[in-house]
């Protein structure tokens, strides 16, 4: 959408009256016919495409209240006749997944809030103190993105296992911060880098330390990339699957992707209800936390690969 | 501020060293003694025919993936780049598939496409296509079948990626290409895809990349099969060292997998930096 504000000269045609100034103003705004029209239209193709898009979830969704003999109806229904909790029952009461839940949600928090804490540090001191270092900071960064997991799954096996602590959390945690530090560097970078050298300075010119400087001025500034940081790691950790199952092999360790991976890939006779009722429950914390960020995580997102 | 520094290269350069230094030798994934055998792990991998399957695979999964997310996201992020009703709650909500964990992905298709409950199975069926009505368990189609759930999965990436750089094109341009008499598709071809173009090649790069290592869509699908059919080489890499404990063939196999990588990732650091230029 065009602002006016962000063209150095606007052409009178081309002045776009916004929807507040027209509230501000009182002016009853009536867009043409053909514009109205273009929109209904536009409107029906992105519902459309939304539709498709999201069908498999919608139907994992429903599906999860069908009872089981439901799920083999001929042809396919698409609410269920008859609606149960039946299958969250199930999974709470007869499965260790609230286990798993909490396992998963310890381990990608701390993942999560470590990795952030630790690359904003970096960050700053990549930007900040010019030292040789830094595009080769950034160029390592650019390498672990690209590392396959699968390989790095091998060192890490062998190292936890000659140190004793295969199959435990703290491992697992201590192994995602490999993947939470570089996602946090890259997603916090431009916005430590878009904060003026002049702020700062005129800072340590008022008497602040190096450090004040980076708690009062840098922190604030930060803010949003920070959340978005936190909760992009987080989901990422949240949704990992590879490493868990590599390094974890207790069951009640398990995170939620193991838990519902072992339901489909271990036991050929399975409910397909409780096995959608596990997905509804490892969907719901990522998209409940997309909510609250969707702007940051869209902007850090394609900070990384759009800087232009 | 230093230290972590280290740390962070210590994280990431001592797994790789490590990597290099086992696909030299013979070992168990549990230790042991080990014996350097110089590049002989590297002659019997290439040597077996799964490697070269492997190969191929990866290859038509990569850029099969690349291609169908390239295009169906180019598509998307055009549509929602117009204006309609409710485009922000669209926009965000596109999102949805790119951020469920993997397994949710693959439990929904396991789901749809089994042939007693599944829905797409119903209607694959109905249609009377000459589809497979599940095709996981088929030669010929368990490999488009994880290319589209992979695709399903990560298009929406794209999607922003795409969107992020749209709305960073001036509506002057259109304005003027109107004013010349230009239709709609003559401004695409002339305009928007133009200015797409360095924001395609890199992002195509980098899921060219993640689709290349991608493990958990094949592994929780199909797990490498039918016949090997959807074999790639991460599959190979966590069958050899976790499946038959062959760290030496295992780790030889992800060397060579890492050197393909580096190849993908050198253009992409010097598109970036192009880019960078172009935009200092």
């Known amino acids: 959408m065009m602002s006016y504000r962000d063209e150095q000269h606007v052409s009178p045609a081309a002045i776009v009256v916004t929807k507040k100034w027209a509230k501000q103003h009182g002016v009853r705004v009536t867009a043409s016919r053909k514009v109205v029209q273009r929109k209904l239209l536009f409107t029906v193709f992105a519902i459309g495409i939304l539709v498709v898009a999201l069908f498999p979830l919608i139907w994992m969704f429903f599906s999860s209240f069908k009872p089981n003999p439901e799920m083999y109806s001929r042809p396919p229904r698409f609410l269920p006749e008859v609606w149960t909790l039946f299958h969250y029952q199930e999974l709470f009461w007869f499965t260790s997944f609230l286990q798993y839940f909490w396992n998963t949600l310890a381990t990608a928090a701390t993942a999560s809030v470590v990795g952030v804490v630790v690359s904003l540090c970096g960050v700053y001191s990549v930007t900040r103190f010019q030292f040789i270092g830094a595009k080769f900071f950034t160029f390592l960064m650019l390498f672990i993105y690209m590392l396959p997991p699968i390989l790095l799954a091998i060192p890490f096996f062998q190292i936890w296992f000659s140190l004793g602590m295969l199959d435990s959390l703290i491992a697992l945690m201590l192994t995602y911060l490999t993947i939470t530090l570089p996602f946090a560097v890259w997603i916090l970078r431009p916005y430590i880098d878009s904060i003026p050298r002049e702020m700062e300075d005129a800072g340590r010119v008022d008497g602040c330390s190096q450090f004040q400087a980076f708690v009062k001025i840098i922190i604030p500034q930060t803010l949003p990339g920070i959340s978005a940081a936190l909760i992009f790691t987080f989901v990422v950790v949240w949704n990992e699957y590879l490493y868990a199952q590599i390094l974890i092999r207790s069951e009640m360790l398990r995170t939620v992707s193991l838990g519902i991976a072992s339901l489909i890939l271990e036991t050929s006779v399975y409910s397909w209800g409780l096995v959608n009722a596990a997905g509804v429950v490892a969907t719901i914390p990522v998209l409940v936390l997309f909510v609250f960020i969707q702007k940051g995580m869209v902007a850090g997102l394609s900070a990384g690969a759009v800087k232009g | ?280």
Do not use: C
């Open chain 2, 1 to 280: 501020m230093l230290p972590m520094i280290l740390m962070i290269a210590l994280l990431s350069f001592y797994p790789v060293l490590r990597v290099l230094s086992m696909s030299v030798r013979q070992q168990s994934l549990y230790g042991g003694d080990s014996s350097f055998v110089g590049v002989q792990n590297f002659m019997t991998l290439m040597a077996e025919p799964i490697f070269a399957q492997a190969l191929w695979n990866n290859i038509v999964f990569g850029f099969g993936s690349l291609f169908a997310q390239l295009i169906i996201g180019l598509v998307v992020a055009l549509v929602l780049n117009q204006q309609f009703y409710l485009r922000g709650a669209v926009r965000g909500t596109i999102m949805f598939s790119y951020l469920v964990p993997y397994v949710v992905a693959a439990i929904t298709f396991r789901f749809m496409l089994s042939d007693a409950t599944g829905i797409l199975s119903y209607l694959i069926n109905a249609s009377g296509l000459p589809i497979s009505s599940s095709p996981f368990g088929s030669r010929d189609w368990a490999m488009p079948a994880v290319i589209a759930v992979n695709t399903w999965k990560n298009f929406p990436f794209m999607v922003i990626v795409f969107l992020a750089r749209l709305q960073g094109i001036s509506q002057d341009l259109y304005e003027g290409a109107s004013v010349d008499g230009a239709r709609g598709y003559q401004k695409f071809l002339h305009i928007t895809f133009p200015l797409l173009l360095p924001t395609i090649l890199v992002v195509g790069m980098l899921r060219t990349i993640w689709n290349f290592n991608n493990f958990e869509v094949i592994f929780l699908l199909t797990s490498g099969g039918p016949l090997r059919m959807t074999l790639t080489f991460p599959i190979l890499i966590h069958r050899y060292v976790f499946g038959e404990f062959s760290m030496g063939r295992g780790s030889a196999l992800a060397t060579i997998v890492l050197v393909l990588l580096l190849a993908m990732a050198f253009v992409y650091w010097k598109l970036y930096e192009k880019m960078q230029e172009r935009t200092e």
